[in-house]
């Protein structure tokens, strides 16, 4: 099953310019993941926010978490060609040992 | 440190033949192991996850079974491939002992193609 759904699907922007994608999941947890994959590779953890945080910063990353509206976003700041990758929020549906992915957004940083 | 490999990196197999892809975590003890399958431009599906030895939880009813011979070792077995089954599959883990999420880290992943 999906728990988390990216939006939006793919998303295409000049280098310097912010990125932003949006994850929506359906059932309660205890932490939401941001995660990185390059064409072709393995994933990477970007960052993850528990809960009882509303905000997360990481370098030229910013997360936020609703939990009453079930959402997440993740901003990329001041967007470089090597950005360019697909990005995944993840979940633990319910707090077990699953860890559950959405279908991605497809980021396209233009040099 | 903690590392992961996991091979072959690519596979063309033929429809009804076997298939075994291997998964080894190195630096860690008892960890939790996933086998994922993502298709062509989408997500990540969940097929099969570990907690501890022999112990499988299946996800998704299918051609495939999964094996844990050994604490760091996780198996992706089919008897007969079908076309449906290709796909790039990843194997991750996470820390075990606690039961609220975590990071999880990925091998690089093998890319199956059944003809």
């Known amino acids: 099953s999906q728990q988390g759904e990216e939006d939006p699907q793919a998303l295409s922007i000049q280098e310097g310019e912010n990125a932003t994608m949006n994850c929506s999941y359906k059932?309660?947890?205890?932490?939401l993941q941001w995660y990185r994959q390059n064409s072709g590779r393995g994933l990477v953890h970007l960052i993850l926010i528990r809960s009882n945080e509303r905000e997360k910063h990481s370098g030229r990353l910013r997360v936020t978490l609703d939990t009453s509206k079930k959402s997440s976003s993740l901003l990329i700041t001041a967007s470089r060609a090597a950005d360019t990758a697909s990005y995944f929020c993840?979940?633990?549906?319910?707090?077990?040992?699953?860890?559950?992915f959405g279908a991605g957004t497809r980021l396209f940083v233009k040099a | 440190s903690q590392t992961i490999h996991q091979w072959p990196a690519t596979l063309v197999q033929p429809v009804g033949s076997p298939l075994s892809l291997e998964c080894t975590v190195e630096?860690?003890?008892?960890?939790?192991l996933y086998w994922y399958r993502q298709a062509a431009g989408r997500g990540l599906q969940l097929l099969f996850y570990s907690v501890g030895i022999g112990q499988i939880s299946s996800e998704v009813p299918q051609n495939l079974s999964a094996s844990r011979p050994q604490d760091r070792q996780f198996i992706l077995s089919s008897k007969k491939l079908l076309l449906s089954d290709s796909g790039f599959y990843l194997c991750?883990?996470?820390?075990?002992?606690?039961?609220?999420?975590?990071?999880?880290?990925f091998g690089q992943g093998t890319r199956l193609t059944v003809v």
């Open positions: 630096g860690t003890s008892n960890p939790n």
């Open positions: 059932t309660s947890i205890n932490n």
């Open positions: 993840a979940t633990d549906e319910g707090g077990g040992f699953k860890t559950i």
């Open positions: 991750a883990w996470t820390r075990g002992a606690s039961k609220v999420g975590t990071e999880a880290f």
